[in-house]
Structure formats: structure tokens, C-alpha cells
């Protein structure tokens, strides 16, 4: 996902946010299952956790925006045959699993099926800003940044809580050694919402 588009996203986001009579504010956290998917990467998901906060923004009875700012660590791990592929400053030394944090930002757009169901869907921007992965000597193995999109489903108990499920779909390419193979962020989340305030 072009961080330009993205932006345009956020702007119009924002622009909402402005104008809509009624917002309500609330904390999320959830735990993830995320793997890399690419050569050289396992495939098997590992948990991790998010967490962070959100507001809600109705457009109309049904449909509202829902933008969140969270803290998302993700444990992934290399394949055993990582040195197959790189070859040239791979650190046969480093650890097999290892951990990625990113500031993400997803943009979802909801719809409510019912009162106590909503689908969602949007584009999610993601920022690295920690990583202890030492696979090769010289350089990092991952990018700074990554986009993709994310979709799931909420169950609302009450008018202040809800459940989540949701994946994200990264679509960007995260592998900063070199451009032979590509690596896709996949994320699977489960969690709940509260809100603790609303406002004008």
C-alpha cells in the first residue's frame, strides 16, 4: 500500500472526526497470531500481543469509522534453512525466534449487521520501531514500514464493550536484505474494545 494513499486515507479520517456530532474514545488490546510469510521465514504463527486505543466515528445509523493507534509486538521466526537463501552476511549465530514491534494505524470503516454484530474493513500503516532480529551481520533484515488491509468482525454485549476478530493482510513487500524473495506480513487478532468516554 502506497504511503501516499494512506495519508489521503488519514486526512479524510481526520475530516470526519471534525464534523461528526458524536465520538466515543476507548482502549483496545488483543493477542495476535503472526507469521512472515516468505523464503526463509517459518511458517508457523506465533502469539504476540497489541494494544493501544481508538475512537469511533458515526457516518450514518449503520456505518462509522473506527481509527486506532496501537502497539502491535509480533514473535516470528526464521526458517532453519535461513542460510540457504542468504548466504553472503547471514548470522548463522542469531537467534531462530525473535520479536518485531510496530506503531500501527488501522483506518476501518464498520457496519453494523445488527445491533450486536459489525463487519469491518480498511487499510492498516504500519511503523517499526523495535526489533531484536540479528539475522545478518551487516544490515537489518526487515523495513521500516509496512501496509496492508485489515478486516474482522465485532460482537457488542453492551453499548461500552465489545469482542473483535480480525486479520491483517499485509501487502508490501518487508524484506530489507535484497529483493529475490518476497515477505508478507500475516497477523490474526483477538480481542475486546472499551470505550471510556464520548464527546462532541
Known sequence: MKLR?????????????????????????AINLSNIDGTGMAAKSQTGFE???????????KVSLQ??????????????????YYV???????????????????????YALSDKITVNAGPQFNLKVYTNEQLMYSVKAFKSSDGGIRAGIQ?????????????YYGLANINA????????????????????????
Not at 481509527?67 to 534453512?81: A, D
Not at 525466534?97 to 500501527?104: D, E, P, Q, R
Not at 460482537?155 to 486479520?167: D, E, K
Open 155 to 167: 460482537f457488542h454485549p453492551s453499548n461500552t464493550f465489545n469482542l473483535f476478530a480480525s486479520y
Open 51 to 61: 494494544a493501544g486505543a481508538f475512537a469511533i466515528v458515526p457516518l450514518t445509523k
Open 5 to 29: 494513499g494512506f495519508m489521503l486515507f488519514a486526512l479524510l479520517a481526520a475530516y470526519f472526526m471534525g464534523t461528526a456530532q458524536k465520538k466515543e474514545y476507548g482502549i483496545s488490546a
Open 177 to 200: 536484505i535484497d529483493n529475490r524473495y518476497q515477505w508478507k506480513n500475516r497477523q490474526f487478532q483477538i480481542g475486546f474494545n472499551v470505550a471510556v468516554f464520548t464527546a462532541k
Open 67 to 84: 481509527p486506532e493507534v496501537l502497539f502491535n509486538l509480533l514473535q516470528v521466526s526464521r526458517s532453519s534453512n535461513f542460510s540457504t
Open 88 to 110: 553472503d552476511g547471514n548470522n548463522p549465530a542469531s537467534a531462530v525466534a525473535f520479536n518485531l514491534g510496530y506503531v500501527s494505524v488501522p483506518i476501518l470503516v464498520n
